[in-house]
């Protein structure tokens, strides 16, 4: 795996931190979860800079968001209880077969 989805996968996973704890944050009320937040945010745009100088952005945006909804709705369900219904679990479905699409027979990827 070359550096550059090295840094996409931090920039997903620190996306994913910080999107749990904005949830936490009760609109930016609780201290920590917000504090958490900001750095969680500031990190994934960071790391998502760095993967922008080699791999396309529309690239990029797809696997991030993509894998980033895939986490976000599992620790949704996990730790808020919130159970999606057919059309978000049909819908997250297109999203995974679009991201492997592109990751498997796209040449603008670095690969």
């Known amino acids: 795996m070359g550096r550059s989805y090295i840094y996409l996968l931090l920039a997903i996973v620190f996306e994913i931190i910080a999107t749990t704890f904005?949830?936490?944050?009760?609109g930016f009320?609780?201290?920590?979860p917000s504090v958490i937040t900001i750095i969680g945010y500031s990190a994934?745009?960071?790391?998502?800079?760095?993967t922008l100088k080699q791999i396309p952005v529309g690239v990029t945006y797809a696997i991030w968001s993509g894998v980033g909804i895939i986490f976000i709705t599992l620790i949704?369900?996990?730790?808020?209880?919130?159970?999606?219904d057919?059309?978000?679990?049909?819908?997250?479905?297109l999203i995974i077969i679009g991201v492997m699409i592109i990751n498997l027979?796209?040449?603008m990827g670095t690969h």
Request: proline letters at 6%; charged letters at 15%.
């Open 22 to 26: 904005l949830k936490k944050s009760d």
């Open 29 to 32: 009320s609780k201290v920590l």
């Open 44 to 50: 994934a745009f960071y790391f998502l800079s760095l």
């Open 76 to 84: 949704g369900i996990v730790v808020f209880k919130q159970i999606p």
């Open 86 to 93: 057919l059309p978000a679990i049909a819908g997250i479905i």
């Open 105 to 107: 027979f796209s040449k």
